[in-house]
């Protein structure tokens, strides 16, 4: 059954256009509220955070209206990454989590993230129950007048979220001597995580924190990593970070300016995790695009690589069913169940700097853990159809397996957010894999113009 308001990651789309309306966002907190009130005698409360798009203050208040109005107490954060808005769902008790955010998007998308007590993103039955009461008459959700609910901004989440992700770190622990670059992309964590970091004893030099509602990912950010690049070399730093929109992944440049992708960040606290005999499950959750690299690297220190769909909902799914608490993506999505229900840049680089601190190693050696193979990933928009099931496309992609063999993986798949068919190939032989995917290309280009 085809869902009308939820994708891949929430609700998502172009502010002030539907879905992403006033309107529906006023439904979606009268109806996610409705159904997260338990019938208990207690005050059901919802907490909900945004980050710094111009559309968050208009989406923010028409949910804060929707939740009130069917009898919930709202807690307003302001502007707090995605992983804190989890974090202190579970940590005030709340019935339900919200953030708003279009996590690495430009900042005239938006969105509507939502959690459950626990601080998961809901399942899929939630979310179409959701749905089925955003398209009845939302006039029967009202709550008589003597139990409308009450507002209030927590004052102190900074405060809450910066001494919780400090207390990840072991004890005693400190980033003294340390000189790191963060770039907070003019997004939700632009006060938090440099906070943390200098209050860890680092020395902080800060790009991307001066948000002004429309510059959030504007040349900066995870996605935009060339002005941390030139910083980091600028002041000679030990490390630079960059955080995306919603504060849930990140990127790593080490001391000479080159970029550490997720899957050697995930290599690193996998081994250091195992050595500690932290490491759970015997192994870590990635998704089909992480690098061939990464499991046989992780073969090598006896671990296991278990292969979920792109998206971190499917890697904390398997992770959360099979016991793993390390997990994530190539691009920087890393999930570390021990502490957070969702991705945490901030968190994820903490991590990643206790073993530069503990093995007293440049970033570069402590991230340098496998050679990934050559890996290339190309994108074919459409118009419409389905390219995948013609057959021109189908021979090939049939082709490019049987070249590949057992040196290499073809990932091919459509995109959950664009009409775009997404190719990846990667192999021993970098011209292979390059001939693979240009041929698939080729085929999927003359599917869709037919």
């Given amino acids: 059954m085809s869902r009308r308001y939820f994708g891949t ?55 804060m209206s929707g939740f009130t109005a069917v009898g919930m107490d709202v807690f307003l954060l302001g502007p707090m990454p995605t992983p804190a808005v989890a974090m202190l769902t579970r940590s005030l008790r709340a019935d339900l989590g919200v953030m708003i955010s279009a996590s690495h998007n430009p900042f005239d998308d938006n969105g509507i993230k939502l959690f459950d007590p626990d601080g998961y993103k809901l399942s899929d039955d939630t979310e179409r129950r959701i749905e089925d009461l955003i398209d009845s008459d939302t006039a029967s959700l009202l709550a008589p007048a003597s139990a409308i609910g009450r507002a209030t901004r927590v004052e102190s989440a900074q405060e809450r979220y910066i001494e919780f992700a400090k207390r990840t770190l072991p004890k005693n622990l400190r980033l003294d001597g340390l000189r790191i670059v963060i770039d907070c992309a ?17 020395e902080v030099v800060k790009i991307g924190v001066e948000p002004n509602g429309r510059n959030i990912n504007d040349k900066c950010g995870s996605t935009a990593p060339d002005a941390l690049i030139a910083k980091v070399r600028e002041v000679r730093a030990d490390i630079g970070i960059a955080l995306d929109g919603d504060a849930d992944r990140v990127v790593i440049v080490n001391e000479k300016g080159d970029i550490v992708d997720g899957d050697q960040v995930m290599a690193v606290i996998a081994e250091e995790w195992h050595r500690s005999g932290k490491l759970t499950a015997g192994g870590v959750v990635a998704t089909v695009m992480s690098n061939l690299g990464l499991e046989r690297y992780l073969k090598s220190l006896g671990l296991d690589m278990v292969r979920t769909p792109v998206g971190d909902r499917y890697v904390v799914e398997h992770m959360r069913k099979h016991g793993y608490n390390v997990g994530g993506e190539q691009s920087g999505h890393i999930v570390l169940s021990d502490y957070v229900t969702t991705g945490d840049g901030l968190i994820t680089a903490l991590q990643l700097l206790a073993v530069v601190v503990s093995t007293g190693s440049p970033v570069s050696e402590v991230t340098k853990r496998f050679e990934p193979l050559p890996q290339i990933l190309r994108n074919v928009r459409y118009s ?34 664009e009409p775009v068919i997404r190719v990846m190939a990667e192999g021993d032989d970098e011209r292979l894999v390059s001939n693979v995917v240009g041929d698939i290309v080729e085929a999927v280009r003359a599917a869709a113009a037919a």
């Fill in 9 to 63: 990651d929430g609700i998502r789309g172009l502010a002030n256009k539907h879905p992403m309306t006033s309107e529906i966002a006023l439904k979606v907190g009268m109806a996610a509220g409705k159904i997260f009130q338990t019938g208990s005698n207690y005050r059901h409360r919802v907490v909900i955070g945004k980050d710094t798009r111009l559309s968050g203050y208009m989406l923010e208040a028409a949910l």
């Fill in 186 to 202: 003019n997004g939700a964590g632009y006060k938090v995580a440099p906070e943390a970091l200098w209050e860890l004893g680092a």
């Fill in 384 to 417: 419409s159809g389905s390219p995948l099931e013609d057959t021109r496309v189908v021979k090939a992609i049939d082709a490019g397996k049987a070249k590949l063999g057992e040196a290499g993986r073809l990932v091919i798949r459509p995109s959950g957010t």
